[in-house]
């Protein structure tokens, strides 16, 4: 009986005296980061129809603003599978991640950033002060610059780390990332604008928090605090009865509450960073101004 090959066992070309993959195999990932990088094109195009929607006096819920929202998640979820498929099929190449990096600064960096500024700040209301409509478009400038440098800062950051540490390590049998990778921070705007419906902001209040989430985005890009990279969870490995139960909830949900279900977990990933950040120090604070313990008398 002829033994069972697994996934990477049936690429490997037979005349390769060294076992390597065949040369088909690493289209396999390529083809992913491919997919990644038209869903930002697409995000970018929609970011546009979107403002002349507006422009043309649609000041309610925008489909291309949520289209566009929502192909960006699509880049998070093939950009997730392309570097898994290489490890998968073992046609991890110098090629595929300079590639997947360069499709990451247009499908997370310059993608949300376009949709960011039309949604949050090109449609700020007339009426606003001079002042204050000068110093929030000013700031709506400066801020996205600062997105997607801090986006391409933290990706060539991660591609010359080789054992990358966050300043607050974790539980050793788990493997984190080194700041919020950049497909969180731009599924945290996507998230926000495709919870809204796409309907602009206009409000120059509401266009200020907007600065500061963003402005929080960029910082915890380049920061060191530690975040689940969940690279530890297999794909092909079994599943007890419990996990395939909780993944057919996840893809209920998702189906029928994608927007508020989507919102809650980027906000709760991005801010599981913050809170063990904050948690560790207050831990350290407190361990630093406990007591020394008294010598015990001979």
């Known amino acids: 009986m002829t033994p ?15 076992r390597r993959p065949r040369r088909a195999a690493y289209a396999l990932p390529t083809l992913f980061t491919a997919g990644n990088l038209f869903m930002g094109y697409l995000a970018i195009l929609k970011a546009v129809e979107g403002a002349l929607w507006v ?22 979820f093939f950009d997730g599978l392309d570097g898994r498929i290489a490890r998968l099929t073992n046609t991890t190449s110098e090629f595929g991640r300079e590639l997947d990096s360069l499709a990451d ?22 009426s ?6 000068k110093y929030t478009m000013q700031s709506g400038y400066f801020v996205l610059f600062m997105f997607v440098c801090c986006g391409a800062m933290r990706l060539a950051r991660f591609n010359i780390t080789v054992d990358p540490k966050p300043s607050n390590p974790g539980r050793k049998d788990r493997k984190y990332f080194v700041g919020t990778p950049i497909p969180a921070a731009a599924g ?8 809204l419906d796409g309907v602009p902001l206009r409000n120059w209040m509401f266009i200020a928090a907007w600065t500061a989430l963003l402005a929080l985005l960029s910082y915890l890009m380049v920061s060191t605090w530690r975040y689940r990279s969940f690279k530890d969870f297999n794909l092909v490995s079994p599943r007890s009865p419990r996990s395939l139960i909780v993944l057919a909830a996840f893809l209920y949900l998702i189906w ?7 919102l809650v977990i980027s906000v709760l990933y991005i801010g599981s960073g913050i809170v063990v950040r904050i948690a560790g120090l207050i831990r350290r604070l407190g361990s630093s101004s406990a007591p020394p313990p008294e010598p015990r008398a001979n």
């Open 4 to 18: 069972r090959l697994n996934l990477r066992e049936r690429l490997i070309d037979p005349n390769s005296p060294d």
């Open 55 to 76: 422009q043309s006096g649609n000041y309610g819920p925008n489909p291309h603003f949520d289209f566009a929202a929502v192909v960006i998640g699509l880049s998070v």
């Open 105 to 126: 600064v247009i499908s997370f960096g310059i993608a949300p950033a376009v949709l960011a500024f039309v949604w949050g700040y090109q449609f700020l209301d007339p």
């Open 256 to 262: 029928n509450f994608s927007k508020p279900l989507l």
């Open 128 to 133: 606003t002060p001079p002042e204050i409509r």
């Open 188 to 195: 945290m705007v996507a998230a926000v604008i495709y919870f």
